[in-house]
């Protein structure tokens, strides 16, 4: 069973940095295609960025692509995501997510595995 583990969060100020990492202390992540999420308060979850099984094939949200990167380290079993130049409207709780197959997904119901979430707020 595939249990991750998301952390990272907290607050910051508008114009800052964070990284989520997001672990999966069972077993190992480098065969499955990965991804992060967010849900905001009242909003549906949307996606934010995804990642293949090798690292390679980053797909972004317009709303965060050139500020958020998405990562992978395959030997430390984790997953990163990266997010510079924090705005509030960025304030969500994260996710990250797993999926079985090893590609590069946008859609939420192709992955099976989710973590607990972690929280960001973004100050203005």
């Known amino acids: 069973q595939v249990q991750l583990v998301e952390s990272g969060g907290g607050l910051v100020e508008a114009g800052g940095s964070l990284r989520l990492s997001c672990a999966d202390s069972g077993r190992t992540l480098r065969r499955y295609g990965m991804g992060w999420f967010r849900q905001a308060p009242g909003k549906e979850r949307e996606f934010v960025a995804a990642?293949?099984?090798?690292?390679?094939?980053?797909s972004y949200a317009g709303s965060v692509k050139g500020r958020f990167t998405i990562s992978r380290d395959n030997s430390k079993n984790t997953v990163y995501l990266q997010m510079n130049s924090l705005k509030p409207e960025d304030t969500a709780v994260y996710y990250c997510?797993?999926?079985?197959?090893?590609?590069?997904?946008?859609?939420?119901?192709?992955?099976?595995?989710w973590g607990q979430g972690t929280q960001v707020t973004v100050s203005s």
């Open positions: 990642i293949n099984w090798s690292g390679g094939s980053p």
């Open positions: 997510a797993a999926t079985e197959f090893i590609g590069t997904y946008r859609s939420a119901p192709t992955y099976a595995y």
